[in-house]
T-cell receptor
Framework: QKEVEQDPGPLSVPEGAIVSLNCTYS??????FMWYRQYSRKGPELLMY????GNKEDGRFTAQVDKSSKYISLFIRDSQPSDSATYLC?????????????FGPGTRLSVLP | DTGVSQDPRHKITKRGQNVTFRCDPI?????LYWYRQTLGQGPEFLTY????????KSRLLSDRFSAERPKGSFSTLEIQRTEQGDSAMYLC?????????FGQGTRLTVV
């Protein structure tokens, strides 16, 4: 079992739909949680960053972390064709433990006009 | 542009040649990471620096790979005697607190 699991998709939705992207993980030491957006042949772009449990909202994006279930989610409201990309979740342990970021395999999202 | 900068963006090399990539992190960031990404996969950790000290290396980092970060500023990743399996996107990231910011990557093709 991989440390971070993510449905690879691809996921296709119509423009304006609400998109839900999810990751599960096995390491209870993860404390920092991130979502990245990656366009083809580009580097990952940080979208959302959450420390420990809870929700965070930024515009059309909402990130949720449920540490008790080892489950994180990214919601995209009013999805746009420009949201078409691969979405990567990433996690890191708390300071003074493992310092590297562990990524899921990514979910490919297509938003159709 | 004050983001993470990587050079070159693309590199095509013949099998057996050595290649070197450069990463310039965000200036105040003390942590610097190298990752490798192949098509359809998430980035895989290679190595991590805090200032000039290399603190972690993945088992993926064979003895053909070496990374440096002199004076805790820019970093270089060298691959010696390249193999076709080294073809991938090499990503650099820097961090100050909890989150990491990535560069645009160097795409390596070994022919």
């Amino acid at each position: 079992q991989k440390e971070v699991e993510q449905d690879p998709g691809p996921l296709s939705v119509p423009e304006g739909a609400i998109v839900s992207l999810n990751c599960t993980y096995s390491n209870s030491a993860f404390q920092y949680f991130m979502w990245y957006r990656q366009y083809s042949r580009k580097g990952p772009e940080l979208l959302m960053y959450t420390y420990s449990s809870g929700n965070k909202e930024d515009g059309r994006f909402t990130a949720q972390v449920d540490k008790s279930s080892k489950y994180i989610s990214l919601f995209i409201r009013d999805s746009q064709p420009s949201d078409s990309a691969t979405y990567l979740c990433a996690m890191r342990e708390r300071d003074n433990y493992g310092q590297n970021f562990v990524f899921g395999p990514g979910t490919r999202l297509s938003v159709l006009p | 542009d004050t983001g993470v900068s990587q050079d070159p963006r693309h590199k095509i090399t013949k099998r057996g040649q050595n290649v070197t990539f450069r990463c310039d992190p965000i200036s105040e960031h003390n942590r610097l990471y190298w990752y490798r990404q192949t098509l359809g996969q998430g980035p895989e950790f290679l190595t991590y620096f805090q200032n000039e000290a290399q603190l972690e290396k993945s088992r993926l980092l064979s003895d053909r790979f070496s990374a440096e970060r002199p004076k805790g500023s820019f970093s270089t990743l060298e691959i010696q005697r390249t193999e076709q399996g080294d073809s991938a996107m090499y990503l650099c990231a820097s961090s100050l607190n909890g989150e990491a910011f990535f560069g645009q990557g160097t795409r390596l093709t070994v022919v």
